[in-house]
């Protein structure tokens, strides 16, 4: 699972750091949050769902595994 916070959207609410404080940290001098670009580790999970669900402006948004190294296998027609 991974998130990405949307930084036009964002208003500084800080609700997200303070639900899951070691995932999203604040800019310094907007205030504005941001998370790494890399998979949540399970035992943040749960608060970031949390933080993402919270978060006022919608500025977060949860990524579905793109690709979980199966490929599909082809279609008969």
Request: hydrophobic share 35%; net charge negative.
């Amino acid at each position: 699972m991974r998130v990405r916070v949307e930084p036009d959207r964002c208003q500084g609410h800080t609700l997200c750091s303070m639900i899951a404080p070691g995932w999203f940290t604040l800019d310094d001098v907007d205030g504005h949050a941001s998370a790494p670009d890399e998979d949540v580790p399970e035992e943040l999970q749960d608060k970031v769902r949390e933080a993402v669900r919270t978060c006022p402006e919608q500025a977060i948004t949860m990524l579905a595994d793109m690709f979980d190294g199966n490929v599909p296998a082809a279609e008969d027609d």
